[in-house]
């Protein structure tokens, strides 16, 4: 699955803030929408599944509309990116790359702005092109800077959350605010939900909408300090100078998808307890090209787990959006017979695929038992952030009975379009995805989404104490309900 949100802000600006300025012309323009939507209409199962046909030419009129002038790829990108309401996330515009860059230059400014008093016009020494928090750090500690003064002189709007189409302060669900200095909230939210297929899943919806508010706030309205806040459940005015950019920093994980495109380096870790026969391995992404690097690290877990003897195997989800299918191969660490999925699929670009049932066989039995313990048990922490190649895992763990689901319902709908296909646009040279096949389970699964054995909060994050998994095992021994939410 395509990733969903590639904000690279947690580590701290691990990304390029370069800036888009080519603008290309509308003849240009117009032959890399032809070529986009030429493609969903060839390609894509039902590109009418979500919208009626004349909902989703409306749509398409208004993109074409506004491909009467020159537009920078960034314009463009967010004019393409309305068709995003009428299809699934495996074909989407990826609008979540124009939103981080735009955040990202807004506080590359920022940095830029509050450096400038300690360094004048040496500032440009740096090179922005390829500014990363290293860079940054290591050229103010040659000047005998200290970064966290800048870092800490910098204010940002506190994280705001969208909670039934009104915006709150995160933790806040009495004051709704209705205006940011000057500017309606109504009109951000609406900006936002342009990008947003609300037929999706709701909770997942809400992650994205919630991350997506935040970078649209900062990065295109670009309002600063101080804050100038109407509420509307009070009729209350507040003026605020916010948080600083480290406090930012630290609470937009709390409601942001994880869902980043090279995340966070290491992207497999994990832990052992073996004195509670425990051990937890963090899988953050199912990316083909990080499959050698999956491979290599889960080859050592299970080698390690299997010498300790470890009885609770966790396998950590709960922060993966998907991608290929090798993760099969980490179910090897339990005993298992031939392991099948079952389900419908419809294609128009295989021959003979249409309507077919299919039991797929997606792993053979276990090659090597002699090290695994037969009372061996696998719990999978899941979210609604997982999706795409991590719910295809989950859904093989449950239709198989090879462990126990834990968290919140997926984020991927029971019928779900896949197998996307990557193309590039000729002109802008945008990437997208386009989904090629309609993969239906709803035979097998009768949720939504696919709903875990043990509903517990994840709160979306990648570390669980041992105490908290020692917890689940409890819940788990003692047959209880364990709804933490």
Same mark, same amino acid.
Do not use: W
């Given at each position: 699955?395509?990733?969903?949100?590639?904000?690279?802000?947690?580590?701290?600006?691990?990304?390029? /803030?370069? /800036?888009?300025?080519?603008? $290309?012309?509308?003849?240009?323009?117009?032959?890399?929408?032809?070529? $986009?939507?030429?493609?969903?209409?060839?390609?894509?199962?039902?590109? $009418? $599944?979500?919208?009626? =046909?004349?909902?989703?030419?409306?749509?398409?009129?208004?993109?074409?509309?506004?491909?009467?002038?020159?537009?920078?790829?960034?314009?463009?990108?967010?004019?393409?990116?309305?068709?995003?309401?009428?299809?699934?996330?495996?074909?989407?515009?990826?609008?979540?790359?124009?939103? =981080?860059?735009?955040?990202?230059?807004?506080?590359?400014?920022?940095?830029?702005? /509050? /450096?400038?008093?300690?360094? *004048?016009?040496?500032?440009? =020494?740096?090179?922005?092109?390829?500014?990363?928090?290293?860079?940054?750090?290591?050229?103010?500690?040659? *000047?005998?800077?200290? =970064?966290?003064?800048?870092?800490n002189s910098i204010y940002l709007l506190p994280i705001v959350e969208i909670r039934e189409n009104e915006l709150f302060f995160l933790g806040d669900s009495i004051n709704n605010i209705i205006e940011i200095n000057g500017i309606l909230t109504k009109t951000m939210l609406s900006e936002a939900n342009k990008y947003i297929n609300l037929k999706l899943n709701p909770k997942s919806n809400s992650y994205l909408l919630n991350q997506y508010i935040n970078a649209i706030i900062i990065g295109k309205y670009n309002i600063n300090s101080p804050f100038r806040i109407k509420f509307g459940s009070n009729k209350r005015e507040e003026t605020m100078k916010g948080i600083t950019l480290t406090e930012w920093r630290n609470e937009f994980p709390s409601i942001a998808l994880a869902s980043i495109s090279e995340y966070y380096n290491p992207l497999y870790t994990y832990e052992i307890y073996p004195a509670n026969s425990v051990a937890i391995f963090h899988i953050q992404t199912f990316v083909i090209k990080y499959r050698e690097d999956f491979l290599n690290q889960i080859e050592k877990f299970k080698k390690e787990v299997n010498k300790e003897g470890i009885k609770y195997i966790f396998y950590d989800l709960s922060m993966n959006v998907g991608g290929n299918h090798y993760g099969v191969e980490a179910l090897d660490i339990i005993k298992h017979d031939t392991v099948y999925l079952k389900y419908t699929k419809t294609s128009r670009i295989d021959a003979g695929i249409k309507n077919k049932r299919i039991k797929e066989i997606v792993l053979l039995p276990n090659p090597d038992n002699n090290n695994i313990p037969d009372d061996r048990i696998l719990f999978v922490l899941q979210s609604a952030i997982t999706a795409s190649g991590a719910d295809y895992f989950c859904r093989i763990v449950a239709e198989n009975k090879l462990g126990i689901l834990v968290g919140e319902p997926t984020g991927e709908l029971t019928k779900t379009f896949s197998y996307s296909k990557e193309f590039t646009m000729p002109n802008t040279g945008i990437h997208y995805n386009m989904a090629t096949t309609l993969v239906d389970y709803s035979d097998f699964f009768e949720s939504l989404t696919t709903p875990p054995d043990i509903y517990w909060d994840l709160k979306n994050i990648k570390e669980f104490t041992e105490q908290e998994l020692l917890n689940i095992i409890n819940c788990y021994k003692n047959r209880k309900t364990c709804i933490t939410e």
């Open positions: 699955m395509k990733t969903l949100f590639p904000l690279i802000l947690f580590s701290f600006l691990l990304g390029t /803030a370069t /800036a888009q300025t080519k603008l $290309y012309k509308p003849k240009e323009l117009k032959e890399d929408a032809d070529q $986009y939507f030429t493609f969903l209409s060839s390609t894509h199962p039902d590109q $009418y $599944y979500f919208c009626s =046909a004349n909902e989703f030419n409306k749509i398409k009129n208004n993109i074409y509309s506004e491909l009467n002038k020159p537009l920078s790829k960034t314009d463009f990108i967010l004019t393409m990116a309305q068709i995003n309401s009428c299809i699934d996330a495996h074909s989407t515009i990826p609008v979540d790359s124009v939103l =981080a860059e735009m955040l990202l230059k807004s506080i590359t400014k920022k940095m830029k702005e /509050a /450096a400038f008093p300690f360094l *004048r016009d040496s500032i440009d =020494a740096i090179s922005f092109q390829n500014f990363t928090i290293g860079s940054f750090n290591e050229f103010l500690k040659e *000047r005998n800077i200290n =970064a966290d003064s800048i870092m």
